[in-house]
Nanobody, 121 residues
Framework: QVQLVEFGGGLVQPGGSLRLACAAS????????MGWYRQAPGKQRELVAT???????NYADSVKGRFTISRDNAGNTVYLQMNSLEPEDTAVYYC???????????????WGQGTQVTVSS
């Protein structure tokens, strides 16, 4: 079994900062990529940022220069540092990981439970 547990959401004023974390645990052989997605009310889930095992990083245009994604050395935890937050960043943020399980052959998508980020004065 594989679990993704997220930490760090909350309420912040415009211009403020938050840091999200997501830890993967369980029967994991390898994690090929980790990332963050978000879903605002009435909208589809969208990519925020991803980081693959080789280190390549991809950001949505709307967060470039404000958000930073990183992984710890063990590779099982991904972080999202969010600066200069705007009301438009308000959403539920979901962690995603592309994982090959122990004794498994294929990569599967796993999702965290989601954490609410609200940017409001």
């Amino acid at each position: 079994q594989v679990q993704l547990v997220e930490f760090g959401g909350g309420l912040v004023q415009p211009g403020g900062s938050l840091r999200l974390a997501c830890a993967a645990s369980g029967s994991i052989a390898s994690i090929n990529a980790m990332g963050w997605y978000r879903q605002a009310p009435g909208k589809q889930r969208e990519l925020v940022a991803t980081i693959i095992s080789g280190g390549a990083i991809n950001y949505a245009d709307s967060v470039k220069g404000r958000f930073t994604i990183s992984r710890d050395n063990a590779g099982n935890t991904v972080y999202l540092q969010m600066n200069s937050l705007e009301p438009e960043d308000t959403a539920v943020y979901y962690c995603n990981a592309k994982i090959v399980r122990n004794r498994g052959l294929y990569e599967y998508d796993y999702w965290g439970q989601g954490t609410q980020v609200t940017v409001s004065s």
